[in-house]
Structures are given as C-alpha cells and as structure tokens.
C-alpha cells in the first residue's frame, strides 16, 4: 500500500511538471501572441454615408467584428480655396458584437482624401486616441447609390492619458 502510495505521488508531481513545462513552452511557441493581443494597436475600417444632414450611417468591421457605423457633423469649416482643407468635428459611433465605441474626431479633407485624428470618449479602449483616414467616391446601399467615405481608424492601445 505505501509503495501506491508512493508512486501515486511521483506520477503527481510528474504529470504538474510536465504540465508547468508544457505552458511555458506552449507561450514560448507563440511567441506572446495571445498575451499581446489585448495589448496591440486596433484597426477598424468602414464605409460611410450621409442619411440626412448632418447625421451619418454606414457598416464597420476588423476590430470591433462585423458592425455598423453611425455617426453626426458637429461642425464643418469649409476650406478658403480648393488647396484649403475642409474641417470637420464629428463623432463616430461603431457598433458590434466584438466591440463598439464612440469617437470625437477631428476631420481634415482636401479633394477626396481626409485625415481623421480624436480621442474614444465611451466604450471599448475609452480614453485612447483614434487615427484613420478616408477616401470619398460612391457606392451603392439601400437601392441607390449616393457619396461614400471609405477608411480605417486605429486605436493606439498605449495612448490613453
């Protein structure tokens, strides 16, 4: 019965060796990847369109998973001259299974081309800044076929103040 004993507890303490040594070599093998994914920069792209002045709609995916974007022009400066940017401040709201947040973002657009620079102010990464960018052309949604802005927002995870 003691030599049971025995190796009940030497088959024990080998099998939790084994198990730690397993683990360590299992997060060696991925090289940090599943600790650093909560960890890394977020990328988002969306497709946007304007519903009814000065409200906004549109879907969003990548980060946040398969979602919508919803979101409202706050204030717009238009630009002096042609070469002269548009400014804009406006919030972006992407809603999702994986993740939604809403954005204060500040909006340079000269021609078709805008850069997007603000801040999370509710939900996932609250607090982190955001930086994207769009392209404006057209596309087609709910039977017509109207202005589009196509871009990406990125969330710096090490960026909340």
């Known amino acids: 019965m003691k ?3 025995n190796l009940t507890f030497t088959a024990l303490a080998v099998l939790a060796a084994t198990l730690l040594f397993q683990t360590s070599i299992t997060r060696a093998g991925d090289q940090g990847k599943k600790c650093d994914q909560e960890h890394r920069d977020a990328k988002v792209s969306f497709t946007k369109w304007v519903t009814a ?5 549109g879907v969003a995916d990548g980060g946040v998973g398969n979602g919508s974007f919803a979101g409202e022009v706050l204030k717009i400066t238009p630009g002096a001259t042609a070469a002269d ?3 804009i401040e406006a919030l972006y709201q992407l809603t999702a299974a994986r993740h ?5 973002v ?13 801040v999370v102010t509710d939900g996932w990464l609250k607090g982190h800044a955001v930086a994207g960018e ?4 057209t596309c087609d949604h709910d039977g017509i076929t109207t202005d589009c ?6 969330i710096a995870r090490d960026s909340k103040d």
């Open 3 to 5: 030599k049971i004993k």
């Open 53 to 57: 002045w000065p409200l906004m709609a």
């Open 85 to 87: 940017p548009t400014k």
């Open 100 to 104: 939604s947040f809403t954005a204060l």
């Open 106 to 118: 500040h909006i340079e657009q000269t021609g078709l081309k805008a850069v997007i620079t603000g």
């Open 134 to 137: 769009y392209t404006q052309g």
């Open 149 to 154: 802005y196509t871009g990406t927002l990125e």
